[in-house]
DNA sequence: TTATTACCTG
DNA sequence: CAGGTAATAA
C-alpha cells in the first residue's frame, strides 16, 4: 500500500472550494441551493435588490461600462448635472459609442424617451419645492380630496386655472410614465439577458419571474400592490420612499438611501473584480461572476465587523482606542499584557465565565483580545440586538482579511467568531440564505493569504443524501437557525472557551483523517480553542469516543461478514463501497450533516479495518482479551495529514454543499 | 506524576 | 457523548 499521505494526497485534487459557485449556471431543479426568496438565488440582482447597493454598485457598474445612458440620469449623477450642463441626446450618443459593445440592444430610443419624462418631471418639480411636496402627497388622495382641493380654488381662479393645467400635465405625464415603465420593463429583461446568460435565464423560469417583477418594481412608481413579495425589506423600503417623496423621484429609481443592515459599498465589488460585460457570457464568466459574488460578500462581512467592532469600542470607552486601529490587524503583541495573571486565570477556568475584573480590559495595547472576548459572553447578547446603527466609513476588505498568524492562533479565531455572531445575528434581519453566510465565511478563508484555496473540499457526495438528511437537525445542535451549520456558527460563537458544537462537527470530519491525534496536532487544528487540561482532554475523549465507535461498527459488520456462509457474500459483506450500509453508518456518524465528502482514504482505511477484524474473529483470535490491540496498531499507523483547511477555525464543511 | 488509551456505564 | 476507571507508557 503506498503510504498514507501519498494516497491521501491523490484524491481530493479535483475538488473546487468553491463547488457552488462552480455550478452556478447549471440549473437546478430542485432549487434548494437557491430557494426564491433568497437574495443568493439572483446574484444578478442582488445589488438591484439593495437600494444603495442597486444605485451605488450597479450604477456605478453601468456607468463604467456606459451601458445605459438613459438610466445614468437617475444616478448619482444629478439631474442639473445631465439636464443642465449636457445636451441628453448628446451624451446619450457619446456615450452610446462606447457603451455599446457590439451586443447590446440598442438603447438610445428608451434613454430619449426617459428623457422626456424626466424633462416633464423636471418641469413640475420646477414649480416651487413645496407645491411639489403638496403634488406628492396628493399623488395618491383619492378623488374626493381633489374635489376639496378644486373647491379651495374656486376662490381662486387663476390657481385653479394652474391646477388644471398642472392636472393635464400630471396626467401626461403618468402616461409617459406608463410608457416608459413598460420599456423599463423591458430593458430589465435585456439586461438580464445580458448579464445573467441563458443558463440562468432558463434556471430561473420559476423564480425569476418574481425576480424580474421585482426589478421592474424597483424602477417602476409603486403603485403595484407590494404584498406577497419575497424581499419585504427592500420593496417596503422602496414603497416607503415613494410615499414619503412625493415627486415620484424616489419611485423610480429608489437609491434613496435606507438604513439596512448591510450596505455595501458598491464600487468595489464591480470595479474590484475587473469584470468586463462581456466576460460574464464567456465560459469563464461564471467564474468571474463567483468571484463578484465572492468579494461582493466578502465586503459585506468586513463591513459588517468594523461596523460592530466600532459599536463595542463606542459602547466600552476603555476599549475605543484600540477599536479604532485601522481595523482588524492583530497586535500579535499582546500577549505581553501586563497582567498575565488574568490570561491564566481565564485558561484554568475554561468553563467558568470570566471575572468581571478580566473583562474590564484595561490596558489598549491588549485591545483587540479583550474587546472580543465578551463577544463570546452572553451578556453581549444587546450588543448586535439593535440593526447595527451607524455605519461606519467604508474601509478596504484587506483590512479584515485576517493574515492569518500561525504563531499566535488566538486571535484570529475571536474575530472570526465575531464575524459568526454577526451574521448569525444578521439571520434575523436580513433575507441571506444561510448559504451566503457560509460562503461568505469561506470566502474569508480562501482570501487568506495564509492558506490558498482548499482543495480537499470536494464534490457532492455520490451517497443518496436523503437518508443522511432524515436525521433532520443536528442533534446536539443548538438550533436556532434552521441550518445547523448556522446554528453551529453561532454556538461556536457563543464561547471562546470550552468547545462547541462546531468543534465537535470539525472533531467529526478530523476523524475521517486522523484516528489518533496528537494533542498538538489537536491544537494545530483547532486555533479558535483555548487549550487548557480540560478541554485538551475533553477534545481526545471525543477522538476517543470516535474511535470507539469505529471499531464497534468494524467488529460487528466483521462478525456479520464471518456468519457468512458463501464466500463471495462473505467477501460482498467485507467491501465497504460508498453504497454499502457500513459506510452509510459511518458517514451518519462522523458525517451527519452529510455536507463533507467523506475522503476515499478514509473508506479504505474502514475497510483495512473491517478486515482485520474479520481475519482476527475467523483465526479466534478474538478470544485473547486484548485481540483488539493489534488492529488498533495498524489503524494507528494509517493516520493521513489533516489538511490545512481544517487549520482555520470554524467548520471546514460548509463550503461546497448545503443540502 | 502525568498523559493517553480502552473499556464500561448512563 | 461524558464520566469513571484501570492499564500503560513516558
Redesign the pocket.
Known amino acids: 500500500m503506498d503510504s498514507p499521505s501519498d494516497r491521501f494526497h491523490q484524491q481530493p485534487s479535483q475538488m473546487c472550494p468553491f463547488e457552488l459557485y462552480r455550478s452556478l449556471p447549471d440549473s437546478n431543479p430542485s432549487g434548494h441551493r437557491f430557494p426564491p426568496g433568497s437574495l443568493s438565488s439572483h446574484p444578478l440582482f442582488s445589488p438591484l435588490m439593495h437600494p444603495n447597493s442597486m444605485s451605488q454598485k450597479w450604477g456605478s457598474f453601468r456607468q463604467r461600462q456606459g451601458l445605459f445612458p438613459g438610466l445614468l440620469v437617475d444616478d448619482d449623477v444629478s439631474e442639473e448635472d445631465v439636464f443642465g450642463k449636457r445636451e441628453f441626446g448628446a451624451t446619450s450618443s457619446s456615450q452610446r459609442g462606447s457603451g455599446e459593445r457590439g451586443q447590446a440592444p440598442e438603447p438610445s430610443d428608451w434613454g430619449q424617451d426617459f428623457a422626456r419624462v424626466k424633462r416633464l418631471r423636471m418641469d413640475s418639480a420646477a414649480r416651487s419645492e413645496d407645491e411639489s411636496i403638496r403634488e406628492g402627497k396628493r399623488g395618491r388622495k383619492s378623488r374626493s380630496s381633489f374635489r376639496m382641493d378644486e373647491k379651495k380654488g374656486m376662490e381662486q381662479g387663476n390657481r385653479r386655472e394652474s391646477r388644471e393645467g398642472r392636472k393635464r400635465q400630471r396626467q401626461e405625464l403618468k402616461l409617459q410614465l406608463e410608457e416608459t415603465r413598460g420599456k423599463l420593463l423591458e430593458l430589465q429583461r435585456k439586461v438580464w439577458r445580458v448579464y445573467g446568460g441563458q443558463a440562468d435565464d432558463e434556471k430561473d423560469q420559476e423564480n425569476g419571474g418574481i425576480n424580474l417583477d421585482e426589478v421592474a418594481d424597483m424602477f417602476s412608481d409603486s403603485d403595484d400592490p407590494l404584498v406577497g413579495n419575497g424581499f419585504s425589506p427592500q420593496r417596503c423600503s422602496s414603497k416607503k420612499n415613494n410615499e414619503t417623496n412625493g415627486n415620484g423621484n424616489a419611485g423610480i429609481f429608489p437609491e434613496t438611501s435606507v438604513d439596512l443592515d448591510l450596505e455595501l459599498n458598491g464600487s468595489q465589488v464591480w470595479l474590484g473584480c475587473s469584470l468586463i460585460r462581456g466576460e460574464w457570457e464567456s465560459a469563464e464568466g461564471g467564474q468571474k461572476f463567483a468571484q463578484a459574488l465572492k468579494q461582493e460578500l466578502a465586503n459585506v462581512v468586513a463591513q459588517v465587523i468594523d461596523r460592530v467592532v466600532r459599536l463595542y469600542a463606542e459602547s466600552d470607552p476603555e476599549a475605543v482606542s484600540s477599536a479604532q486601529e485601522p481595523s482588524m490587524t492583530m497586535d500579535l503583541n499582546s500577549d505581553r499584557r501586563p497582567r498575565p495573571q488574568a490570561v491564566e486565570q481565564v485558561e484554568a477556568l475554561p468553563l467558568v465565565t470570566k471575572s468581571p475584573q478580566d473583562k474590564r480590559a484595561p490596558v489598549a495595547q491588549s485591545g483587540h483580545k479583550d474587546l472580543l472576548l465578551p463577544q463570546a459572553n452572553p451578556s453581549l447578547a444587546p450588543l448586535a440586538q439593535p440593526p447595527l446603527p451607524a455605519l461606519l466609513p467604508p474601509r478596504g476588505k484587506e483590512h479584515f482579511l485576517p493574515s492569518y498568524p500561525p504563531d499566535n492562533p488566538v486571535h484570529l479565531p475571536l474575530l472570526h467568531y465575531t464575524m459568526q455572531n454577526l451574521f448569525a445575528r444578521s439571520l434575523s434581519s436580513l433575507p441571506l440564505h444561510k448559504d451566503c453566510l457560509s460562503e461568505s465565511f469561506m470566502d474569508f478563508r480562501s482570501h487568506n493569504s495564509a492558506f490558498p484555496p482548499l482543495p480537499l473540499l470536494g464534490q457532492l457526495d455520490p451517497s443518496p443524501s436523503d437518508r443522511a438528511r432524515e436525521v433532520g437537525m443536528r ?2 445542535g443548538a438550533g436556532m437557525v434552521d441550518g445547523a451549520d448556522a446554528a453551529l456558527y453561532l454556538a461556536a460563537g457563543s464561547s471562546q472557551e470550552g ?1 462547541s458544537p462546531c468543534h ?1 462537527k470539525k ?2 470530519l478530523m476523524f475521517f483523517y486522523t484516528r ?5 496536532t489537536l491544537k494545530t487544528y483547532f486555533p479558535d480553542v483555548k487549550f487548557n ?1 480540560c478541554v ?3 477534545l ?10 469505529f ?1 464497534i461498527q468494524m467488529e460487528r459488520f466483521a462478525r456479520q461478514a464471518a456468519r457468512e456462509v458463501l464466500t463471495s457474500a462473505r467477501e460482498r459483506a467485507l467491501r465497504l463501497g460508498r453504497d454499502t450500509e457500513l459506510y452509510r453508518i459511518l458517514n451518519m ?1 462522523y458525517n451527519k450533516s452529510n455536507d463533507y465528502q467523506v475522503p476515499e482514504r478514509f473508506v479504505e482505511i474502514s475497510e483495512v479495518a473491517l478486515r482485520e477484524f474479520f481475519t482476527a474473529i475467523q483465526s479466534g483470535r478474538d478470544a485473547d ?2 485481540w ?2 493489534s488492529i ?1 496498531k495498524i489503524i ?1 499507523k494509517l493516520d493521513s495529514p489533516v489538511p490545512d483547511s481544517f487549520r482555520l477555525p470554524g467548520c471546514p464543511t460548509d463550503t461546497y454543499r448545503m443540502g
Request: charged letters at 20%; a positive charge.
Open positions: 442533534a446536539g468547545l465537535l472533531a467529526k489518533y491525534p496528537s494533542s498538538s487540561r485538551t482532554s475533553q481526545i475523549k471525543w477522538f476517543s469516543n470516535f474511535r470507539e465507535f471499531y456518524h482479551p486484548c483488539k490491540k488498533y494507528c
